[in-house]
Every structure is written in C-alpha cells, then in structure tokens.
C-alpha cells in the first residue's frame, strides 16, 4: 500500500512525473496572475486609449452591454429615455386603447418595451443596425492618440478615426452612436405624448356611450 507523503505526490511517483507536477501548479499560479499583472498595467478608462481598449475588448467578446459605459452621456441618458418612454407608451395602451388598435400598437412597442432600459436597449440597437458586427470589422491597434479639451479621436492603424468625449466622471464616451439614440430618444417621447393623446380620446368616446 503506497503513503502520500505531505508533498501530495504519490510514494510511487518517479523525479519526472514530481517535477511535471510542480510545472503544472506552476502554470495555474501563472493563470490566475496573468489577468491581475494585465489589469494593472491596463491603460484607466479616464484616458481615450483605455476606453478604446474597453470597447475593443467588449466587441471581441460579443457583448454589446460592456460597450454601454464607453458612449458618451448624452447617448446614454438616450438609451434610457428609450426604454422608459416605449414602456410607459405599452402601459397606457395595455389599459386604454381598444382593438385592432391595442394589438397594432403593443407588437410595435414590445421589442424595446421588453428590454432593460440602458444596456439592453443599445444591445437592441447594436443588433438591429450591425454596430458591434461593423465595429469588428474596422477595430485595429492605435496609431495615435489626439486630444482637444475634452474631445479626443483615436487613430487606428488601419487609418480609421473613432470619435470620443469626455464625460462628467472623467471618463471618456464614445460619439460613434449619439445621434441616433438622441434622435430616437427623442422620437419616443413623442410617440409617448401622442399615444396619450390617443387613449384620452378613446376614454372619452367610451365614457359617452
């Protein structure tokens, strides 16, 4: 019957089959530092380079969500008055609007009424309109860095300019998608005031009759 001695290799165990083993715990202590040793020296998010990086990275790894704290303010608050406008506009058309009308407008409504205000509405976007599938594309290494007050361009190697901001936290936000989630964001508020409209108006017609 073999002993385990307290070095937790078998008796048994030859010289190289001990050394294998000590190269493989090694390889694990290696494993787990590399990620900590990388994020040490990974370049702050309160500089263009390191958001840049940020946004790379959650491109590489299909998550548009990890890209929603690298846009800039404006496209952020954006994304949320999305979210809260189209679930608000489905509430009231829940409880207000008749059919055909009421089914018409909750199809229209649900995709972005189902979805987390914020990260999960620029997810919506950047899968409808291809913008993690078109960033992949075009993300290469940077060339340079150039920064003017409080806006910044990082240039690629590939001679691709990517626009950013800085943001009140000091941050800096990529400009890329602001002006069509400002624009959209800004759509859905309407959309909410007329749909209001709408079932005030249908309220009305049935407490007439």
């Given at each position: 019957m073999s002993v385990t001695p307290k070095s937790g290799h078998p008796a048994s165990a030859?010289?190289?089959?001990?050394?294998?083993?000590?190269?493989?715990?090694?390889?694990?202590?290696?494993?787990?530092?590399?990620?900590?040793?990388?994020?040490?020296?990974?370049?702050?998010?309160?500089?263009?380079?390191?958001?840049?990086?940020?946004?790379?990275?959650?491109?590489?790894?299909?998550?548009?969500?990890?890209?929603?704290?690298?846009?800039?303010?404006?496209?952020?608050?954006?994304?949320?008055?999305?979210?809260?406008?189209?679930?608000?506009?489905?509430?009231?058309?829940?409880?207000?609007?008749?059919?055909?009308?009421?089914?018409?407008?909750?199809?229209?409504?649900?995709?972005?009424?189902?979805?987390?205000?914020?990260?999960?509405?620029?997810r919506w976007y950047a899968e409808r309109y291809g913008w993690v599938a078109r960033l992949?594309?075009?993300?290469?290494?940077?060339?340079?860095?150039?920064v003017e007050g409080d806006r910044a361009s990082i240039v690629t190697a590939r001679g691709?300019?990517?626009?950013?901001?800085?943001?009140?936290?000091?941050?800096?936000?990529?400009?890329?998608?602001?002006?069509?989630?400002?624009?959209?964001?800004?759509?859905?508020?309407?959309?909410?005031?007329?749909?209001?409209?709408?079932?005030?108006?249908?309220?009305?017609?049935?407490?007439?009759?």
């Open positions: 030859t010289p190289k089959q001990r050394r294998l083993a000590r190269r493989g715990w090694l390889w694990l202590v290696l494993a787990a530092l590399v990620p900590i040793i990388a994020w040490r020296f990974y370049p702050t998010d309160k500089s263009p380079r390191g958001s840049y990086y940020r946004v790379v990275t959650a491109v590489n790894r299909g998550e548009p969500e990890a890209i929603f704290p690298y846009i800039e303010t404006e496209a952020q608050h954006a994304a949320f008055s999305i979210g809260r406008y189209t679930r608000q506009a489905k509430q009231v058309v829940e409880a207000s609007y008749p059919e055909p009308a009421r089914t018409e407008e909750l199809t229209r409504l649900a995709p972005l009424a189902e979805v987390l205000p914020g990260p999960g509405v620029f992949r594309e075009d993300l290469s290494g940077v060339q340079s860095v150039e691709t300019r990517y626009p950013f901001r800085r943001r009140d936290t000091g941050m800096w936000g990529l400009t890329l998608f602001t002006a069509r989630l400002v624009a959209d964001g800004k759509k859905a508020a309407r959309d909410f005031q007329q749909i209001e409209a709408a079932a005030a108006d249908y309220r009305a017609r049935t407490s007439v009759r």
